[in-house]
């Protein structure tokens, strides 16, 4: 199992208090149901986003959705 980094909002979005980031975790907790499985890491970094679950078939899934893109 790796971390995904997606650089998904602005720089100056660098707290997880931030209320798109607050909403992107919930979003990720949601999935990680669905899948029945846990988000074991979840950060922020002036916009970037680090995640990682404890299911490698949902982060191949992810990967793929973001190959896409």
Known sequence: MGIIEVDLFSEDVDSLDHPEVVKFRKLLEEVADDYDCNLTSFNVDHGT????????ELDAEILRILQEL
Do not use: A, G, H, K
């Open 49 to 56: 986003v680090s995640f990682s679950f404890d299911n490698d």
